[in-house]
Nanobody, 119 residues
Framework: QVHLVESGGGLVQPGGSLRLSCAGS????????MSWYRRAPGKERELVAS???????NYAESVEGRFTSSRDNAKNTMVLQMNSLETEDTAVYYC?????????????WGQGLPVTVSS
C-alpha cells in the first residue's frame, strides 16, 4: 500500500524558515516524480516545487530563490526547505508522488501539512 507521510509544518514568523519532509513507501521512490503543492485559504491548489527521478527541479515563480526541493532516494524522502517565508506562503502543503507500477500510472497524495506564516 502506498503511503506519503509529511512532517515539519507549523507556525513561523515572516522571514523565518521551515523544512518540510515527505517519506514515501509502497512504491519505487527512486523512479517517482515528486512534488509539493499547496492550497492557500480561498485559493486553488497550486504547484510549488517538483523534482523528477533524475533530480531535475522546477519551482513556482512565487517561491523561486526562497524554496529548495531535494530528495534522498536511499531514505525514500523528499524535503522542501523554505526560507524567507512570507505571509502569502500560508497554506496547507501536500506531497505528491507520480509513479508507474505494472504498466499503469498512479498519483498519490500526502495528508497535508498546515504552514502558517504570521507575526
Amino acid at each position: 500500500q502506498v503511503h506519503l507521510v509529511e512532517s515539519g509544518g507549523g507556525l513561523v514568523q515572516p522571514g523565518g524558515s521551515l523544512r518540510l519532509s515527505c517519506a514515501g513507501s509502497g512504491f519505487t521512490f527512486s523512479s517517482a516524480a515528486m512534488s509539493w503543492y499547496r492550497r492557500a485559504p480561498g485559493k486553488e491548489r497550486e504547484l510549488v516545487a517538483s523534482i523528477n527521478s533524475s533530480g531535475g527541479r522546477n519551482y513556482a515563480e512565487s517561491v523561486e530563490g526562497r524554496f529548495t526541493s531535494s530528495r534522498d532516494n536511499a531514505k525514500n524522502t523528499m524535503v522542501l526547505q523554505m526560507n524567507s517565508l512570507e505571509t502569502e506562503d500560508t497554506a496547507v502543503y501536500y506531497c505528491r508522488a507520480d509513479f508507474r507500477s505494472r504498466q499503469r500510472d498512479y498519483i498519490s497524495w500526502g495528508q497535508g501539512l498546515p504552514v502558517t506564516v504570521s507575526s
